[in-house]
Every structure is written in C-alpha cells, then in structure tokens.
C-alpha cells in the first residue's frame, strides 16, 4: 500500500526558510505525479506545486519563485523548499502521489500524506 510521510515543518519568521520532506514508499508506477498541497482554515485547498515523472515542474502563482519542488527518486523523497516565507504561507501542507498509465497532475490524487503545519510569523 503506497504511504506518504511528511515531515520538516514548524514556526519560522517571514522572509525565512524552510523544507519540507515527504517520505514515498510502495509507489513503483513509472509514470506518476507528486504535489504538494496547502490549506488553511476557512480557506479552500491550493496546489502549491507538482512535479511528475518526466521532471516536468508547475507552481501557483501565488509561491513561483520562492518554492522549489524536487524529487530524489534513489532516496524515494519529496521536497519543497520553501524560501522567502510570507505569513501568507501559513497552512497545512500535504504531500499527494497518482500514479498509473491514466494519471494525470491534474486529475485526482488518490494519495496523500498526513500533514504538516508551517506557521509563518511576522
């Protein structure tokens, strides 16, 4: 059964950083997508960023050009470094995987990981 487990986050001042890890494990499909996720309360779900297996990178406008996706496939990790925080950027933040000859970065994740929080302060 695939799992994701996510670690790295915590308290950090704006206009530092910070990176996210996201252990992968049983996810051996040779063409996937990985993204991370973020939501605050009373606020709606963002992609944040994905990266799938050709290496093809996309990011919300909102953190292009402070955060960086990456993948580490011999260590089965995923990153997102996360540079120039902004209390904006306060929320939980998930990893997510789909995988198979069917998917898409821009369909339904069907994995996820349990979160983590990143809490940004002025």
């Known amino acids: 059964q695939v799992q994701l487990v996510e670690s790295g986050g915590g308290s950090v001042q704006a206009g530092g950083s910070l990176r996210l890890s996201c252990a992968v494990s049983k996810f051996i499909f040779s063409k996937y997508c990985m993204g991370w996720f973020r939501q605050a309360p009373g606020k709606e779900r963002e992609k944040v960023a994905h990266?799938?297996?050709?290496?093809?990178?996309r990011y919300a406008e909102s953190v292009k050009g402070r955060f960086t996706i990456s993948q580490d496939n011999a260590k089965n990790i995923l990153y997102l470094q996360m540079n120039s925080l902004k209390p904006e950027d306060t929320a939980m933040y998930y990893c997510a995987a789909t995988g198979g000859s069917w998917s898409s970065c821009i369909g339904i994740f069907p994995y996820w990981g349990q979160g983590t929080q990143v809490t940004v302060s002025s």
């Open positions: 990266i799938d297996s050709d290496g093809s990178t």
